[in-house]
């Protein structure tokens, strides 16, 4: 059995539908240690037959017996490990990638095999000193000549120990002196055990060989042995290999992308303005937010909240917090008191000397008002009032003269039977606040109902809360409490006016970041825009790949490699000009509000590193498709 057999190739091409054959009953035999030579001119089908042989033509009748197994029959995993394991081209125009140093390229098929990277390292240095080039490893093959970048060639079709090397015009490129030494290259690879097929329509490099076989018209009319194969008894003829990891895709990427490392960084500097843009944009939502926060609490106490009943009726005793209620919140985890209190909307007035002043917002003193709003005074004892700044002044043109006073207060309510009630009392001020509501204590208040015989009736609780941290959890727990299936409670009072007040920033802020997305769009568009033109100067790289054994998914991880680089440069850069603005204009809002106004957080940095990353990986769907669809054959032809 021989270790390479063809039987019976036919091959055709079709223009305009009609047969135009190319091959027509090739039949051959070939052992390791020859070195045969294809002979005959152009356009005889020499080129076809290598392509068939090599595994990369998979079109054509009769079957190519590898140590009698059938590659015909093989699917795309067998031919490209068939490529990998067993096959070693060297092309005419020697089809480098021009953005590999030299090393790299001969690297290219040793990272399919499982030698260790040192290993690789070792074996690929010493290759390329084989062949002469020792100076050279860490050139591009722009900075060497022709045969030079041939013996590169030889260099990586050896790295993976192939048992075949398959040299398509191999000197076709070069002067007399370089064809001498690279035909002496493959005579040794010969000698080693290796099975050579040169093609040539050069008489002087086929007489070079072990062997002549003579094509013309797609057929073989000679075939003549020069001289006896070498031995190759005792001989280790491969290495075993796997397909490229994704740690090799990536470090691929990263190598072509210094390669055009200018056009790289504007890609990335244009993608990175959509991540800043949207960074930046939520940044400034979350601090004017925080902003807007921090000065309605430094005039209320964030530790505690009005909770009242979620109702449609407003009769009294359907919106009374009662006892139970109270209980039911006060086990609230984060909760630590809870106090009833009654808020009256209209219907107060309070009179001194003559002047008579209506109090439209009016409620039983709790934790919800600062004790350091009093600028005046204390908070309200038992008949005791505390009064506003605005009510004060209204009142009386020296208005910080009222504290100690004595005021009537009255009010108009209604019993049980719904029927008015006026309830009135001399009242002293206690104090003078800046902001908020007028106020009593609840015990107050509750005396004024008890005299007419008027059951004071809770239309609030005042919930205190562990620390800032726990209230808005707090009132989101109690929100979510239920009675028959409907919501129980609701927050009220300023708790709820800044609940409002931070869903209107937020969303505000979130429909700017929509808007400021909208460029991520055009980044997206751009990267596939590169992309594309990244597959269409790469074609022929993309053929070199797929003829060295590397699979379809390989050439698609590849690009997409190149775009989630792309991505994660892009937001990396937005992150950091998101920074730095954000400490400049911080350090213009802290001497001017005293506040820094942009707040990111590392939430906002971790969405836009995922999100650019996505984006970009999308982008990377279709040209990435593209490219791992390319032809190997009809790659390798592109100049």
């Not at 019976?8 to 047969?19: G, L, R």
């Not at 067998?78 to 090393?103: A, C, K, M, P």
């Not at 079709?157 to 002196?177: F, N």
């Not at 002043?357 to 008949?383: C, S």
Request: aromatic residues 6%; glycine residues 8%.
């Amino acid at each position: 059995m021989s270790f390479l057999e063809l039987k019976d190739i036919h091959k055709s091409y079709y223009v305009n539908k009609e047969p135009f054959p190319v091959l027509k009953g090739i039949s051959l035999k070939f052992e390791r240690g020859e070195f045969v030579s294809i002979l005959g001119e152009s356009g005889g089908g020499k080129s076809t037959l290598m392509n068939i042989i090599g595994g990369l033509d998979r079109n054509y009748e009769g079957d190519v017996l590898l140590d009698g197994k059938s590659m015909h029959a093989a699917n795309d995993r067998e031919l490209d490990n068939y490529r990998r394991q067993t096959i070693g081209f060297v092309f005419q125009s020697f089809n480098l990638i021009s953005h590999l140093t030299l090393l790299d390229n001969v690297m290219v098929s040793l990272e399919m095999t499982n030698l260790s990277h040192n290993e690789q390292v070792k074996r690929a240095t010493g290759l390329l000193e084989q062949v002469g080039l020792s100076e050279h490893i860490h050139k591009y093959p722009n900075q060497i000549s022709g045969g030079q970048k041939q013996r590169v060639a030889i260099a990586r079709a050896l790295a993976s120990d192939p048992d075949v090397i398959i040299a398509d015009e191999p000197t076709g490129a070069l002067d007399s002196q370089n064809t001498q030494e690279i035909l002496e290259l493959m005579d040794g690879i010969a000698e080693s055990g290796k099975l050579v097929i040169c093609v040539t329509h050069s008489e002087a490099v086929a007489e070079h060989g072990t062997r002549i076989v003579h094509m013309e018209d797609g057929k073989i009319n000679e075939d003549r042995e020069l001289k006896p194969a070498f031995p190759v008894e005792g001989k280790q003829l491969s290495t075993q290999t796997k397909h490229l990891s994704f740690r090799s895709t990536l470090k691929m990427s990263l190598k072509h992308m210094q390669y055009n490392t200018k056009r790289n960084l504007l890609i990335i500097f244009g993608g990175s303005i959509g991540i800043f843009s949207v960074i930046l944009m939520l940044a400034l939502g979350n601090g004017v937010k925080a902003y807007m926060n921090d000065q309605i609490t430094s005039q209320i106490n964030p530790t505690t909240i009005q909770v009242a009943k979620k109702t449609n009726q407003e009769s009294l005793k359907a919106v009374e917090m009662t006892k139970a209620d109270r209980a039911r919140i006060d086990k609230v985890s984060g909760v630590t008191n809870v106090v009833p209190g009654s808020y009256v909307a209209n219907g107060v007035q309070v009179a001194y000397q003559g002047k008579t002043q209506k109090i439209f917002q009016f409620q039983t003193w709790n934790k919800t008002e600062k004790v350091r709003d009093i600028k005046l005074g204390h908070k309200p004892g038992t008949n005791e009032i505390l009064i506003t700044k605005t009510t004060a002044k209204k009142l009386s043109k020296d208005y910080k003269s009222l504290v100690g006073k004595t005021l009537n207060f009255s009010m108009t309510t209604v019993d049980d039977n719904n029927q008015p009630v006026g309830l009135q009392r001399n009242l002293k001020v206690s104090g003078i606040i800046n902001s908020g509501t007028d106020a009593v204590s609840y015990g107050t208040l509750q005396n004024m109902y008890t005299e007419k015989h008027v059951t004071l009736r809770p239309n609030f609780a005042a919930v205190s809360t562990k620390d800032v941290q726990t209230t808005k959890s707090v009132q989101n727990k109690i929100k979510a409490l239920k009675t028959n299936g409907k919501t129980a409670f609701t927050i009220t009072g300023v708790g709820a006016i800044l609940d409002s007040l931070n869903t209107y920033i937020s969303l505000a802020f979130y429909v700017l970041a929509g808007i400021a997305a909208i460029s991520l769009l055009v980044s997206a568009i751009m990267i596939i825009v590169v992309l594309y033109i990244s597959v269409s100067e790469r074609t022929k790289e993309i053929g070199v790949l797929r003829a060295l054994g590397v699979r379809r998914s390989d050439i698609r991880n590849l690009f997409v490699s190149e775009a989630f680089f792309i991505g994660l440069f892009s937001a990396i850069l937005g992150v950091i000009l998101a920074w730095l603005v954000e400490l400049l204009i911080n350090h213009f809002a802290s001497g001017a509000i005293h506040f820094a106004i942009i707040q990111m957080t590392g939430g906002y940095v971790i969405f836009g590193l995922l999100i650019s990353v996505i984006i970009s990986l999308l982008a990377a769907l279709a040209p990435s498709h593209q490219a791992a669809k390319l032809d190997p054959i009809e790659s390798l032809a592109v100049e």
